[in-house]
């Protein structure tokens, strides 16, 4: 997922917002890969989630939830920050190998 969001951003911040065909793609992907991320962080135990106490757990799941039900909401640099920095940080917190 690390990756992806890397391919995402790679193609920097003007493309993702153009009002183009290639910017309306990369929010659409980008805001699919927030969403199978937060559905990733749903499935885990509470348990596992105790043990990384500084993620944000509540905030990963409250913009699933603006994404997939509040669409007209979404504010496309924050995914884009999001996938810039947060998702990378998630998966280096969490030892994670992509």
Same mark, same amino acid.
């Given at each position: 997922?690390?990756?992806?969001? +890397?391919?995402?951003?790679? &193609?920097?911040?003007?493309?993702?917002? @153009?009002?183009? *065909?290639?910017?309306?793609?990369? &929010?659409?992907?980008?805001? @699919?890969?927030?969403?199978? $991320?937060?559905?990733?962080?749903?499935?885990?135990?509470? #348990? *596992?989630?105790? %043990?990384?106490?500084?993620?944000?757990?509540?905030?990963? %799941? &409250?913009?699933?939830?603006?994404?997939?039900?509040?669409?007209?909401?979404?504010? +496309?640099? *924050?995914?884009?920050? #999001?996938?810039?920095? &947060?998702?990378?940080?998630?998966?280096?917190?969490?030892?994670? $190998?992509?």
């Amino acid at each position: 997922m690390a990756r992806l969001a +890397d391919a995402l951003v790679a &193609r920097g911040l003007e493309a993702y917002l @153009a009002e183009d *065909f290639a910017g309306q793609t990369l &929010r659409l992907a980008g805001r @699919a890969l927030v969403l199978q $991320v937060a559905t990733v962080v749903e499935k885990l135990p509470e #348990s *596992f989630k105790a %043990q990384y106490p500084d993620v944000e757990w509540a905030k990963i %799941q &409250r913009m699933r939830n603006i994404i997939a039900h509040h669409y007209d909401r979404v504010l +496309d640099e *924050f995914v884009w920050e #999001s996938l810039r920095s &947060r998702v990378p940080e998630l998966v280096a917190s969490l030892d994670l $190998v992509d």
